[in-house]
């Protein structure tokens, strides 16, 4: 069974930083594409970025470019979203997930990921 946790989501000033980490299980980790999505409240699932099994590419939101990075370590198991100058619009639930096969590039869409974490909130206060 397919398992992610996300951690490392929690309050921080506008300008600050975080790092979210998601641990993933039940899957062959290194060869999954893996996406991050968030929910801010009242609105739909929005992409965030996603890094590619091969080599790592990494894709991202242009909301998320130039201040966010995804990175993974597959001897870990995990993916992360490093979030730099973060603004108030940022306040979401942040989500990673995987789609339900190996080895595809993955997209933006959120009907294109099977497996997904119970996310982790993040708050930037102005």
């Known amino acids: 069974q397919v398992q992610l946790v996300e951690s490392g989501g929690g309050l921080v000033q506008a300008g600050g930083s975080l790092r979210l980490s998601c641990a993933a299980s039940?899957?062959?980790?290194?060869?999954?594409?893996m996406g991050w999505f968030r929910q801010a409240p009242g609105k739909e699932h929005e992409f965030v970025g996603r890094?590619?099994?091969?080599?790592?590419?990494?894709y991202y939101a242009d909301s998320a470019k130039g201040r966010f990075t995804v990175s993974r370590d597959n001897a870990k198991n995990t993916v992360y979203l490093q979030m730099n100058s973060l603004k108030p619009e940022d306040t979401a639930v942040y989500y990673c997930?995987?789609?339900?096969?190996?080895?595809?590039?993955?997209?933006?869409?959120?009907?294109?990921?099977?497996?997904w974490g119970q996310g982790t909130q993040v708050t930037v206060s102005s």
């Open positions: 890094i590619t099994w091969t080599g790592g590419v990494t």
């Open positions: 039940g899957l062959t980790f290194s060869s999954y594409t």
């Open positions: 997930a995987a789609p339900p096969q190996p080895r595809g590039l993955g997209s933006r869409s959120i009907s294109e990921y099977l497996h």
